[in-house]
């Protein structure tokens, strides 16, 4: 299993740019996140997904857009950069059935907009 | 709003010299706490989930313990394999859905 991939490592952006964060689980988790983390801030919930087809959002959606097609992908998309989303950027996976179950994270993404 | 706080914010320890990280929470009826384990670079490794006040998990020279308002990571004679940011995050009963609060993180050195 290769667990939580993320791609890709590093990226820079221009101010107004769009791009996609790729997230891909291969242990069949219902559950999946997206979440960002800022130096004094701690880990913050951006969207989540319970399934294919179902997205929620977290704690800091704002200018952030997910979907859910497949059990294993859930892409995070920037409709503009903004410098303020500079940040390392991390997805987590984890089953939902029987309580809460141990939380998977990928090696994150660090984002740089300029 | 849910809340957690960890300190110290950094801690360096002599190789052996144990200690303990602690976590305070204020949650609206805790449904579970969570301590991980982040190295540089990478992404938060999960270590345990504690459940209700009076609870201990132990894993190798860690062993986490949960009270009403706060939980401790005790290291037992640490190693600098130890050596990473701990955080602790709650998940709130009501209205907690799937959301993690997560603290700031403890960065621990461990030294020779």
């Known amino acids: 299993n290769a667990g939580v991939t993320q791609t890709p490592k590093f990226q820079v952006l221009k101010t107004g740019q769009s791009m996609t964060l790729q997230c891909a689980q291969d242990m069949n988790h219902e559950y999946m996140s997206w979440y960002r983390q800022d130096p004094g801030m701690g880990l913050r919930l951006i969207h989540y997904s319970v399934g294919a087809g179902i997205t929620d959002q977290g704690e800091v959606p704002n200018g952030y857009n997910v979907s859910r097609s497949t059990t294993e992908d859930f892409p995070l998309r920037l409709l503009s950069a903004a410098p303020s989303q500079t940040s390392v950027y991390f997805c987590?996976?984890?089953?939902?059935?029987?309580?809460?179950?141990?939380?998977?994270f990928g090696p994150g993404t660090r984002l740089t907009v300029l | 709003e849910d809340q957690v706080t960890q300190s110290p914010e950094a801690l360096r320890l002599q190789e052996g010299e144990s200690s303990s990280l602690n976590c305070s929470y204020t949650?609206?009826?805790?449904?579970?706490l969570f301590w991980y384990r982040q190295d540089p670079g990478k992404g938060p490794e999960f270590l345990f989930t504690?459940?209700?006040a009076g609870e201990e998990k132990e894993k190798e020279r860690l062993k986490a313990t949960l009270t009403k308002k706060e939980s401790f990571l005790h290291i037992t004679a640490p190693k600098p394999e130890d050596s990473a940011t701990y955080l602790c995050?709650?998940?709130?009963?009501?209205?907690?859905?799937?959301?993690?609060?997560f603290g700031t993180g403890t960065q621990l050195k461990v030294e020779l």
């Open positions: 949650v609206s009826g805790l449904r579970g």
């Open positions: 504690l459940y209700s």
């Open positions: 987590a996976s984890r089953l939902l059935a029987g309580g809460y179950n141990e939380q998977f």
């Open positions: 995050a709650v998940q709130a009963r009501v209205g907690g859905g799937n959301k993690l609060t």
